[in-house]
Antibody, heavy 119, light 115 residues
Framework: QVQLQESGPGLVKPSQALSLTCTVS??????????WSWIRQHPGKGLEWIGL???????YYNPSLKSRITISVDTSKNQFSLNLISVTAADTAVYYC???????????WGQGTMVTVSS | DIVMTQSPDSLAVSLGERATINCKSS????????????LAWYQQKPGQPPKLLIY???TRDSGVPARFSGSGSGTDFNLTITSLQAEDVAVYYC???????????FGQGTTLEIK
C-alpha cells in the first residue's frame, strides 16, 4: 500500500524559500498512471492546489503561485519536492503531498506538515 | 478558473438520518468524449488529511462505506450520507479535476455535525 510522507522545516523566515520533500513508500513513483501533487491548507481554511508533477518531470502549477514555485522529482529516491520562494505569512499552512489517480482525484495523501512563516 | 460552491456551509443531522451536501461548479464538469463528470468528494476529520470518498461523481473509493453516495451531472452534484453515524462528523469538500491543463479547485467545505 502506497504511503506518502512530507518532510521539511516547520519554520521559515519571511522572504526565504520553503522546501519540502515527499517520500513515496510502498510503490514506485515511476509507475505509470499516476501524478504527484502538492496541496496546502491555511489554518482553519479550505484546500488550495499548488501543483503536480509526472515522473517524467513534466509539471503543472497553480497560476496564482506559478511565479514562485518549482516542483521536482527524484525517481532514484522515490521522492518529489516543492520549492516555494519569497514566502510571506500568507504561505503559513499545512502542506500535503498527494497522489493523483490517473487523470482524476487525489487518492492517497500524506499526513501533512505545518509550515509557519515568521521571523 | 472553475469555481466550486458548496451548500450549506454547515449542517446538523440526527444520528441515523440522511445528510445531503450540494456542490455547484461554475462550468460543466461533464466531459463529452467519455461521458464522465470530473468531480470528487473528500472527508476531512480534525487533524487528519482529506480522505477520498467519491470520484467520477459517483464512484466510491475502495473501502468507503455504502452509506456514502455521489450523484449529479454537469454543474450540480450531491454527496448523500444515508443513516448518519457518529464517525461521519467531518468537513466535506468537493473538487473538480476537469480543467486542462490541470488547475484543480475545491469547494469551500461543509461542516457536518450531529444534531
Amino acid at each position: 500500500q502506497v504511503q506518502l510522507q512530507e518532510s521539511g522545516p516547520g519554520l521559515v523566515k519571511p522572504s526565504q524559500a520553503l522546501s519540502l520533500t515527499c517520500t513515496v513508500s510502498g510503490g514506485s513513483i515511476s509507475r505509470g498512471g499516476y501524478q504527484w501533487s502538492w496541496i496546502r491548507q491555511h489554518p482553519g481554511k479550505g484546500l488550495e492546489w499548488i501543483g503536480l508533477i509526472f515522473h517524467t518531470g513534466s509539471s503543472y502549477y497553480n497560476p496564482s503561485l506559478k511565479s514562485r514555485i518549482t516542483i521536482s522529482v527524484d525517481t532514484s529516491k522515490n521522492q518529489f519536492s516543492l520549492n516555494l520562494i519569497s514566502v510571506t505569512a500568507a504561505d503559513t499552512a499545512v502542506y500535503y503531498c498527494a497522489r493523483v489517480l490517473g487523470r482524476s482525484a487525489f487518492d492517497v495523501w500524506g499526513q501533512g506538515t505545518m509550515v509557519t512563516v515568521s521571523s | 478558473d472553475i469555481v466550486m460552491t458548496q451548500s450549506p456551509d454547515s449542517l446538523a443531522v440526527s444520528l441515523g438520518e440522511r445528510a445531503t451536501i450540494n456542490c455547484k461548479s461554475s462550468q460543466s464538469l461533464l466531459y463529452s468524449s467519455n461521458n464522465e463528470n470530473y468531480l470528487a468528494w473528500y472527508q476531512q476529520k480534525p487533524g487528519q488529511p482529506p480522505k477520498l470518498l467519491i470520484y467520477w461523481a459517483s464512484t466510491r473509493d475502495s473501502g468507503v462505506p455504502a452509506r456514502f453516495s455521489g450523484s449529479g451531472s454537469g454543474t450540480d452534484f450531491n454527496l448523500t450520507i444515508t443513516s448518519l453515524q457518529a464517525e461521519d462528523v467531518a468537513v466535506y469538500y468537493c473538487q473538480q479535476y476537469y480543467s486542462s491543463p490541470p488547475m484543480y479547485t475545491f469547494g469551500q467545505g461543509t461542516t457536518l455535525e450531529i444534531k
